[in-house]
T-cell receptor, first 117, second 112 residues
């Protein structure tokens, strides 16, 4: 079974520029998550999708971050404009079952390491 | 609010046993995950406890006490490849169903 795919793996941009990350979850996984992991910290949830609908985006800085999951499969996360404090690893994860049916195991992709200079 | 607390760093030698503790405070607690994360890689699932007690899986075991808000991950017969960050994460079924709250991670270094 193929894992969660993410691209690019690394990205370096200057502050105020825009950047987009792509995620392809494991086939058939209904729930998709984007996390931000700052160096030395645990992952922090940014947004959670159930199929193509948003379940939770309470931690997403909506003035600069946006995400979509068209057709309930692939997802993109965009930052516009980027700030220095956005330097982090952006992890995508997917889960096979509905979040409200008692199974919460999440499978993570390799992440995109973003450096904002 | 939610608070997940675990030690920042631990060291041990090959062949030894190490216990990584985690305390949590969340509303609507519904289970506790442990993930392993090697440097520059994605977290990988180790264990999930929802009931009190010990779950054993090979060299790794995980314990949960819901009444004490406490969990630990026990690693036996340590190997060099066990050097990694170990993340404790609690599922919160409060206002947001199924949200996972992670601790900062415990960086374990295994010495020869």
């Amino acid at each position: 079974e193929a894992g969660v795919a993410q691209s690019p793996r690394y990205k370096i941009i200057e502050k105020r520029q825009s950047v987009a990350f792509w995620c392809n979850p494991i086939s058939g996984h209904a729930t998709l998550y984007w996390y931000q992991q700052i160096l030395g910290q645990g992952p922090k949830l940014l947004i959670q999708f159930q199929n193509n609908g948003v379940v939770d985006d309470s931690q997403l800085p909506k003035d600069r971050f946006s995400a979509e999951r068209l057709k309930g499969v692939d997802s993109t996360l965009k930052i516009q404009p980027a700030k220095l404090e956005d330097s982090a690893v952006y992890l995508c994860a997917s889960s096979p079952r509905r979040f409200d049916r008692g199974s919460y195991e999440q499978y993570f992709g390799p992440g995109t390491r973003l450096t904002v200079t | 609010g939610q608070n997940i607390d675990q030690p920042t760093e631990m060291t041990a030698t090959e062949g030894a046993i190490v216990q990584i503790n985690c305390t949590y405070q969340t509303s609507g607690f519904n289970g506790l995950f442990w993930y392993q994360q090697h440097a520059g890689e994605a977290p990988t699932f180790l264990s999930y406890n929802v009931l009190d007690g010990l779950e054993e899986k090979g060299r790794f075991s995980s314990f949960l006490s819901r009444s004490k808000g406490y969990s630990y991950l026990l690693l036996k017969e340590l190997q060099m490849k066990d050097s990694a960050s170990y993340l404790c994460a609690a599922i919160d079924r409060g206002s947001t169903l199924g949200r996972l709250y992670f601790g900062r991670g415990t960086q374990l270094t295994v010495w020869p």
